[in-house]
């Protein structure tokens, strides 16, 4: 399977497109999206397969990746299977066919559960501008949440979330049965007719309201929604709904900067960061566009939420930060910007007039730019934000996009350290893992290592196994205290020594003895459990002793397990003197030995004796199938993942065929 293929194979929808559009490959959730089979899709223009009002959206998408080569995000709408609507986050994003070097661009869907406000904001600015209201209602939890679009029509109703009963009891009488219904009707292709109804306000009486409603699917495999959109036919205005429409609208503007603000202390990834900030900065702020540049070896690596025009953002892409223009300079100086006109702009950056949307600063444009990082910190990147003529940011404003972007800079902080650490600690345990020989006269040898799912990629849990001078083979497992770094690099010397010591002494409980007399005289702050077997490859003998390690697993070609608890001693490091007892007994053919870490046979909800058994079994299972060591360990290492194990994981099977 080649990359192209892994790019597909997904289950939310994905294609692979040429630079002009034209579809190469898809999945079959994308053939689904766009309501054709997978043949009938091959070579059609991928904006043309969309609905008509989303055509548009589809093509600019594509046409960003493409031409600026890098990442651009929209949010798509197409039918669901249901009869809802489907309204999910599309990235694109340019790659390289492995096959022949030709440069494609991969749409892809993005999975926005855990951020499904970002997919409300389309359907937000949409009813805003045609001077409507949007409410949102949940039927699983009957609630109905106002979302914003006018605010004199969102100023009626004071409480952006209301139960459904709440809401119902403002309607009058007469109209009840009509809004319920209204509730139940709608589908993805056509709103259901405008309904009108009487509704009592809190300070002005009643109004005449009339609304219409369609269901929508948040998400490719999100939740159900019924969206409303309102108009207000009531003539007569008064000043206290202007008032409080100031009231709800600044309180709107509230949620939406609390909500941005959470998103960003909780992205984990650039990609996520990139999400977050592409799909929610032009909307804080009114903005008709928004890119993100952020620094990548002295140049501008740009990402547009497709509100900027191609040739705008390719002429930053790329850029210098050396370049004698507003948005390097932002950077460089970690100073916001704003550009209100043309003749500002030349005052001030007069070697830097090949901006492209010079021509347009002060007719229909203007643009404020706001760094991510303060003076004197190296320089991160800066956000970028078009305005409609006319637009002079307040103090207040000014302020909110100064701290936002701070938290955007404090979040790429902490996620490029956070990777730098994981492949750090990536490329030392890697270099931690032995090599298992091969070839081995009449056994297999497998091997698995996973580390625990808290702090960095690293585990002090370690495996070896190598043929000894007099032909047999060593094996060991075993779990320093703690996974960091410190439990990584005293794994390494455990494993080493024991491995030097194994080499001259064949006694595996002198092994123990010794390693136990070397690691007490360093005086170290952790200890290790292990366990060592010395197995004789011709006839199947082992000679196994353990320093307080979980028990040794064998499994029988009949189906059949036992748990062996091998004689030892007290844990290695800790007590001086210590002399460890051994064990020998004959590994049969078609039988197998299971060595593990407590990790692999303990869980929140699991233990030790039922992980014991339930390895036992799975072990046993995977012989009488006739599974060779490899299979037989992915086996049990699938079974202890979905445990959602907390400790690192690692393994040894050896089977004697």
């Not at 909780?266 to 009114?286: D, I, N, P």
């Not at 029988?556 to 064990?583: A, F, I, K, N």
């Not at 909800?605 to 490899?630: F, I, K």
């Amino acid at each position: 399977m080649d990359a192209s293929d892994e790019l597909l194979r997904r289950a939310d929808p994905a294609a692979l497109l040429t630079p002009d559009g034209a579809i190469r490959s898809l999945n079959a959730a994308m053939a689904t999206a766009v309501g054709r089979s997978a043949e009938q899709c091959l070579g059609r223009n991928f904006g043309e397969l969309w609905p008509a009002s989303q055509r548009t959206s589809a093509e600019s998408l594509v046409a960003h990746a493409a031409k600026m080569k890098t990442v651009a995000m929209r949010v798509l709408e197409f039918p669901g299977r249901g009869g809802a609507s489907v309204a999910c986050l599309f990235e694109a994003q340019p790659v390289t066919d492995p096959a022949g070097d030709e440069q494609l661009v991969w749409v892809h869907a993005l999975d926005a559960r855990n951020d499904l406000a970002s997919l409300l904001i389309p359907f937000r600015l949409a009813t805003e501008a045609a001077d409507l209201g949007l409410w949102m209602y949940s039927r699983d939890d009957h609630q109905l949440e106002w979302l914003g679009g006018l605010p004199a029509l969102v100023a009626l109703y004071p409480d952006l979330t209301a139960p459904l009963s709440r809401v119902i009891s403002a309607v009058h009488p007469d109209d009840r049965e009509a809004f319920r219904q209204l509730l139940r009707s709608g589908s993805a292709q056509s709103p259901s007719p405008w309904v009108r109804y009487q509704y009592l306000t809190r300070h002005d009486g009643w109004h005449r309201l009339a609304a219409q409603t369609r269901r929508v699917q948040l998400g490719y495999d999100g939740p159900e929604r019924i969206f409303g959109v309102v108009r207000d036919d009531t003539k007569q205005e008064k000043r206290k709904k202007k008032a409080q429409a100031a009231l709800t609208a600044e309180r709107q503007r509230a949620k939406d900067t609390a909500d941005f603000s959470s998103a960003l202390i909780a992205a984990a990834t650039e990609q996520e960061l990139r999400q977050v900030v592409l799909t929610r900065l032009a909307a804080t702020f009114g903005a008709t566009g928004a890119l993100l540049a952020l620094v990548d070896h002295g140049r501008l690596r740009v990402s547009t939420d497709a509100g900027i025009s191609v040739g705008e953002a390719q002429a930053l892409h790329g850029m210098s930060l050396d370049h004698p223009s507003a948005l390097p300079e932002a950077i460089r100086t970690g100073k916001p910007q704003f550009v209100p006109d043309q003749e500002d702009y030349i005052r001030r950056w007069p070697h830097g007039t090949s901006s492209p949307w010079l021509a347009r600063l002060g007719s229909d444009y203007a643009v404020s730019i706001t760094p991510l990082s303060e003076t004197g910190n190296p320089p991160l990147g800066a956000w970028e934000m078009t305005h409609g003529s006319g637009f002079r940011p307040s103090l207040d404003e000014r302020t909110l996009m100064g701290t936002l972007a701070d938290l955007a800079g404090q979040a790429l902080r902490r996620i490029r350290l956070q990777q730098a650490r994981v492949e750090l600690a990536t490329a030392l345990q890697q270099t931690m893992l032995p090599t298992l020989p091969e070839h081995l006269p009449g056994l297999q040898v497998a091997a698995r290592y996973r580390p625990s799912r808290d702090g960095l990629d690293i585990g002090g849990d370690w495996y070896d196994a190598f043929v000894t001078p007099d032909g047999a083979i060593a094996l060991e497992i075993g779990d320093v205290q703690g996974h960091d770094v410190d439990a990584a690099a005293f794994m390494g010397q455990v494993r080493l020594s024991m491995r030097a010591i194994a080499a001259q002494e064949p006694d595996p409980a002198t092994v123990l003895m010794r390693t136990n007399e070397l690691l007490v005289t360093m005086d170290p702050a952790r200890f290790a459990s292990c366990t060592i077997l010395r197995v004789d490859p011709h006839d199947g003998r082992v000679t196994g002793t353990s320093a307080g390690h979980v028990p040794v697993l064998c499994a029988h070609r009949d189906g059949s397990h036992e748990v062996r608890e091998l004689p030892g001693g007290p844990v290695l490091g800790v007590v001086p003197g210590t002399e460890y007892r051994e064990e020998t007994f004959t590994l049969d053919e078609d039988s197998a030995l299971v060595m593990v870490t407590d990790g692999v046979v303990e869980g929140p909800g699991l233990t030790l004796e039922a992980g014991l058994e339930r390895a036992g079994e799975l072990a046993a299972q995977a012989v009488h199938d006739g599974l060779n060591a490899e299979e037989t360990a992915d086996r049990i290492l699938d079974a202890a993942v979905a445990v959602d194990h907390l400790d690192d994981v690692a393994l040894l099977v050896i089977r004697r065929t």
